[in-house]
């Protein structure tokens, strides 16, 4: 599942897209409202609309603090495909993610040549590097616990596509239930209409 972008297709989402990104470096709230489409979908649940969303992300009273921005902005940063109803959705293989791995059980490599270690450690011995592709969670007691401050990593133990076990730090997968983000053009304007995450 290589990475690509359509973002360039479309003239007037290359545009939006070059001062969305501005406005989420700047943590500009009064900016950010100006994308969001006035029914934005961020929830399961029955709540929709600006308000409520900028409130659920605790934009409202400390726009600063909120996770909101990083959150996007790595979501963006994966790449956006444009979808049969020219919606453009990112990340890319949100909508492409083959139907027959489970999404609560498998993952996507999202970098190349990403090391595969034997143990969960960065000094731990390499057994395999993959690029792109969908490897299998081994959830088991210690997940969550494997955080290594040195290396920044909260590791994840995986099975490759070869069958083996091993550990990826988790800057380098991503679930397809992770945040996703949907652009859609209304009169002639881009919007943010979902970004959600979840099932």
């Known amino acids: 599942m290589s990475p690509i972008d359509h973002s ?4 007037s989402f290359s ?4 001062k969305f990104l501005k406005t989420l470096k700047s943590k500009d709230r009064k900016s950010l409202e100006s994308f969001l489409d006035k029914d934005i979908h961020f929830t399961f649940g029955p709540e929709t609309g600006k308000k409520d969303f900028l409130k659920s992300f605790q934009l409202t009273e400390k726009p600063n ?3 909101f921005w990083n959150l996007m902005n790595d979501t963006i940063q994966l790449g956006l495909r444009q979808n049969a109803e020219g919606q453009m959705v990112a990340p890319y293989f ?3 993610f083959p139907s027959d791995y489970d999404p609560f059980s498998h993952y996507l490599i999202i970098g190349k040549n990403v090391n595969v270690r034997e143990d969960a450690s960065k000094e731990s011995k390499v057994i395999a590097q993959l690029s792109y592709q969908i490897v299998k ?3 088991d007691d210690l997940d969550g616990r494997r955080l290594e401050k040195e290396s920044n990593c909260n590791w994840k133990k995986i099975c490759t596509p070869q069958g083996k076990a091993g550990f990826v730090c988790d800057r380098f997968i991503r679930s397809p239930l992770d945040y996703r983000a949907f652009f859609e053009k209304k009169n002639g304007q881009w919007y943010l209409t979902t970004f ?4």
């Open 94 to 96: 949100f909508e492409t």
């Open 196 to 199: 959600i995450v979840g099932d």
């Open 8 to 11: 360039s297709k479309d003239k």
């Open 137 to 139: 969670s081994e959830a």
């Open 15 to 18: 545009e939006f897209k070059g």
């Open 65 to 67: 603090d909120s996770d």
